[in-house]
């Protein structure tokens, strides 16, 4: 084993470096993410039943008519929002990048009887087309996941794709407590698991870069044959300064604020988690 290769490859990179590897359309990781999705009692891939049902009565209960609306839903997974809004007649659709998700989200609206549209496709390079949706949500802090260079056309494509009078609803992380979700230098072995089918050795690191209130969670993955891995996840956190610097150049006529949303559990949940509401 290179030794050497691997000190280097671990190392803390330059600010949005990419990584080798991308873990949303690997066959095998998309599976094991799909199980975390569906579990119903975590928040992990996404958040829990209860909160999901939570935040879905709270967007509805914002909306100015009590009307069927037209709602996109970006990052849709398997369906856990989009179900939901069905149910309530809303005509929905869902935009995700993972073909396992989009599958299963599918099959079940399928089961259910719920008319939903899904998307198998990035949201970063669909056409979500221009005064389409009376709502657009992107949850569970999707919009902090992505770089700069991709979050601004999303955001503009986002504008163009909300209807005068519509509304665009996200949510990301505060930036505050940053030593305190930094995580510790950790490794697995494995005979089989959550990154691969067949024995790896993974290796895993936060790095912070506090100036652009960044975190990097970096997860070396090394298997029987040497071959190395690299998934890298960044994480933004935002002031509500920096949320509406952000959306300045929209044309969103109001932006408001809720901080008391989700209940609280840990660093990643409650008043931790800045929920944001656009009108245009």
Same mark, same amino acid.
């Given at each position: 084993?290179?030794?050497?290769?691997?000190?280097?490859?671990?190392?803390?990179?330059?600010?949005?470096?990419?990584?080798?590897?991308?873990?949303?359309?690997?066959?095998?990781?998309?599976?094991?993410?799909?199980?975390? %999705?569906?579990?119903?009692?975590?928040?992990?891939?996404?958040?829990?039943?209860?909160?999901?049902?939570?935040?879905?009565?709270?967007?509805?209960?914002?909306?100015? $008519?009590?009307?069927?609306?037209?709602?996109?839903?970006?990052?849709?997974?398997?369906?856990?929002?989009?179900?939901?809004?069905?149910?309530?007649?809303?005509?929905?659709?869902?935009?995700?990048?993972?073909?396992?998700?989009?599958?299963?989200?599918?099959?079940?609206?399928? $089961?259910?009887?719920?008319?939903?549209?899904?998307?198998?496709?990035?949201?970063?390079?669909?056409?979500?087309?221009?005064?389409?949706?009376?709502?657009?949500?992107?949850?569970?802090?999707?919009?902090?996941?992505?770089?700069?260079?991709?979050?601004?056309?999303?955001?503009?494509?986002?504008?163009?794709?909300?209807?005068?009078?519509?509304?665009?609803?996200?949510?990301?992380?505060?930036?505050?407590?940053?030593?305190?979700?930094?995580?510790?230098?950790?490794?697995?072995?494995?005979?089989?698991?959550?990154?691969?089918?067949?024995?790896?050795?993974?290796?895993?690191?936060?790095?912070?870069?506090?100036?652009?209130?960044?975190?990097?969670?970096? %997860?070396?993955?090394?298997?029987?044959?040497?071959?190395?891995?690299?998934?890298?996840?960044?994480?933004?956190?935002?002031?509500?300064?920096?949320?509406?610097?952000?959306?300045?150049?929209?044309?969103?006529?109001?932006?408001?604020?809720?901080?008391?949303?989700?209940? $609280?559990?840990?660093?990643?949940?409650?008043?931790?988690?800045?929920?944001?509401?656009?009108?245009?």
């Amino acid at each position: 084993m290179n030794i050497t290769k691997i000190i280097n490859q671990t190392q803390q990179p330059k600010l949005y470096e990419q990584g080798t590897s991308f873990m949303w359309t690997d066959p095998y990781i998309s599976k094991q993410l799909l199980q975390v %999705h569906l579990n119903p009692d975590i928040d992990l891939a996404s958040r829990k039943k209860s909160t999901i049902e939570m935040t879905v009565d709270w967007i509805l209960s914002a909306q100015k $008519e009590d009307q069927p609306l037209k709602i996109l839903d970006l990052g849709c997974g398997p369906g856990l929002y989009t179900e939901l809004l069905a149910k309530r007649g809303h005509d929905v659709t869902g935009v995700d990048i993972s073909e396992n998700s989009i599958a299963h989200a599918k099959a079940s609206a399928k $089961e259910k009887g719920l008319n939903i549209t899904y998307r198998n496709e990035s949201y970063l390079e669909a056409d979500l087309g221009e005064n389409e949706y009376d709502l657009v949500i992107l949850i569970y802090t999707d919009l902090g996941a992505l770089i700069p260079s991709d979050r601004t056309p999303l955001l503009s494509k986002i504008n163009q794709a909300v209807k005068p009078g519509g509304t665009f609803i996200f949510d990301v992380l505060k930036d505050r407590s940053f030593q305190k979700k930094l995580t510790g230098k950790s490794w697995e072995a494995s005979k089989e698991g959550f990154w691969k089918g067949s024995p790896y050795l993974a290796l895993s690191e936060s790095f912070l870069y506090e100036k652009e209130k960044v975190i990097l969670s970096q %997860h070396t993955i090394i298997d029987e044959d040497e071959n190395i891995d690299i998934y890298r996840f960044w994480t933004h956190f935002f002031s509500q300064n920096d949320v509406s610097n952000m959306l300045s150049s929209l044309s969103f006529s109001s932006i408001t604020f809720n901080d008391h949303l989700l209940p $609280e559990s840990d660093m990643w949940n409650g008043d931790n988690v800045l929920f944001v509401r656009c009108d245009k």
